[in-house]
């Protein structure tokens, strides 16, 4: 049975529902409800009345992925206690690419995007493989990863100039398979300059070299262009 997709709090059982529906824009009939709590009122009302909390599952197969993905996501982003809404979704070359919008996005991307990327790997293990039809989402909050896109290709550039002019490589910070292709991308082309993936595990450092030094890798084609790691060629994103 598939997890449920939304969860939304109330006065009352039937509030909360409603409030499940007009917040998927979905009928009544494409969901199952169950009930978490009922809500109790306050002990001789001294104390506060527990609210209705109800859970939503999708029974109907009309129903398209983008409305349960975006019920997952409200669900996930209010049981972790951030506040933010999703303002776009669509599908991007064959992924589907979520925007969200909130007053703690400083704290949803989290340093360099390690927050963003962690909620993005949980949403894809929570959404069903068959409900996104095989599909990686990617999850941005305020056009962070296109910032950041750009704050990288300038970056390897203002590196790969002072490795020109000093003769010595660099290593830049650790980086996710994402963000090491574009470094790698971007000075594919750089006839002075090559890349090298340093490192285990997921995050890894690039190294950026100078053509001259070429000789002592091994796996430097004859070309003198590198052959990207396997991970940096495949992995676009963590999952």
């Not at 939304?8 to 409030?19: C, G, L, N």
């Not at 109800?54 to 049981?79: C, Q």
């Not at 589907?96 to 007053?103: A, F, N, V």
């Not at 989402?137 to 100039?161: N, P, T």
């Amino acid at each position: 049975m598939l997890n449920y997709i939304f969860e939304a709090e109330a006065k009352s059982k039937s509030e909360a529902e409603e409030s499940i529906l007009k917040t998927l824009r979905l009928k009544d009939g494409d969901l199952r409800f169950e009930t978490v709590e009922s809500g109790k009122g306050g002990f001789l009302g001294i104390t506060s009345k527990k609210p209705a909390v109800v859970r939503a599952f999708a029974v109907s197969k009309d129903i398209p992925a983008e409305k349960i993905i975006h019920g997952i996501v409200l669900t996930l982003l209010k049981k972790m206690g951030l506040d933010a809404e999703v303002v776009g979704m669509g599908d991007v070359d064959g992924k589907i690419y979520i925007e969200l919008s909130g007053d703690e996005s400083g704290i949803i991307i989290g340093k360099r995007g390690s927050t963003l990327d962690s909620l993005q790997f949980v949403l894809n293990l929570m959404v069903d493989s068959k409900i996104r039809h095989g599909r990686k989402i990617v999850l941005d909050i305020e056009s962070y990863r296109d910032k950041r896109e750009m704050a990288l290709k300038r970056l390897s550039k203002s590196v790969a100039g002072s490795v020109i002019r000093s003769g010595k490589s660099r290593l830049l910070e650790s980086m996710n398979p994402y963000e090491r292709r574009i470094i790698h991308m971007t000075l594919q082309e750089e006839e002075k300059v090559f890349t090298r993936s340093e490192g285990n595990g997921t995050f890894k450092r690039v190294r950026i070299i100078p053509a001259k030094d070429k000789h002592k890798y091994k796996d430097v084609e004859k070309s003198g262009r590198e052959r990207f790691p396997d991970d940096d060629l495949n992995e676009s994103e963590i999952e």
